[in-house]
């Protein structure tokens, strides 16, 4: 078994439990952490005892579970299957956060169960996460981190979040419904249904002709009925609502202007920039300086 090479690592918060993980109500956590490793580094191929979940921040990389390569970028999200053969390579800086779990086998109840039986049989390919994913990660480690009053009942619940997050973040791929039936009669549910799934799909939306195609209509149509109901476009709707998870992105300090830009489709970051003025009236640098300040002074 080859040794790890040795080109660091750009800094580590890890929480670890080898011998006896901490259980938080049904999830059996072994470590859990974010790291930045520099490019040429490699973690040796070791046998993984446990589920192991990732996200990529930044940077790219790749894992080998069984022999199969696994390229990764920002924004990915990756499962590396209990009891396979692991290893994992930094490509460019590569910064991710990760979490090594078992599901306890007394826990109960019909969510636990589903939650079991989709890691038990969890893929090992890599998909493309959600800010959701990052956010609740953040916020467990943030618990881990800062040890509150309470922070264990905080922890818990963050875990059963960040592993439902996921599992519906594997299995929505194909599953997932925005499209409502016809055979219901209500005022604007079919427009309920597009602003739900621009809502939450907004960062993977290339455009409007992807959209429409996604949703089973014309995009002529598309866009008619949604400037006659909304009053506003549905590119305009589209550009907000990625705005939107622009400053969520960027306010985390988890990614820059140019990351977020390629990040959420636009095809430069002057590109992003021109539309982030548009919509709140300051470019990008200005904004987040404001935002700074403002939160300097409370």
């Known amino acids: 078994m080859e040794s790890p090479v040795k080109v660091g690592k750009t800094f580590e918060f890890e929480v670890i439990y080898p011998d006896e993980p901490l259980k938080y109500g049904g999830v059996c956590v072994h470590q859990m952490g974010e790291v930045c490793y520099e490019p040429g580094y490699i973690v040796a191929p ?14 790219t990389g790749s894992h080998e579970v069984n ?44 969510d636990i169960a589903v939650l079991r039986a989709f890691y038990n049989d969890s893929p090992h390919n890599v998909i493309k996460g959600s800010s959701e994913i990052m956010t609740v990660f953040q916020k467990c480690l943030g618990e881990y981190y800062s040890n509150e009053s309470c922070f264990r009942s905080m922890i818990e619940s963050y875990l059963v979040q960040l592993l439902t997050v996921v599992y519906r973040t594997y299995t929505s791929i194909n599953n997932t419904r ?18 739900l799934y621009i809502d939450n799909n907004a960062e993977n939306i290339k455009n409007i002709s992807e959209l429409s195609k996604t949703l089973g209509y014309s995009s002529c149509y598309l866009s008619h009925v949604f400037k006659n109901r909304m009053g506003i476009t549905l590119q305009q709707y589209l550009c907000q609502k990625k705005i939107e998870e622009s400053i969520k ?27 982030f003025k548009r919509i709140k009236g300051v470019c990008p640098k200005q904004y987040f300086s404001k935002s700074q300040n403002n939160r300097n002074n409370e």
């Open 249 to 275: 992105l960027i306010e985390s300090k988890k990614q820059t202007i140019t990351s977020v830009s390629q990040r959420l489709g636009f095809a430069s970051p002057q590109s992003f920039s021109k539309t």
């Open 178 to 195: 925005y499209l409502v039936d016809s055979q219901v009669n209500h005022v604007g549910l079919s427009l309920y249904s597009v602003l």
């Open 46 to 59: 070791h046998v993984q005892w446990c589920f192991e979940i990732t996200y990529v921040i930044s940077g």
């Open 67 to 110: 022999g199969n390569k696994y390229n990764v970028k920002a924004g990915d999200l990756f499962l590396t299957p209990k009891g396979s053969m692991h290893k994992m390579s930094a490509i460019t800086n590569l910064r991710y956060l990760f979490i090594g779990f078992d599901i306890a086998e007394s826990a109960s109840g019909d």
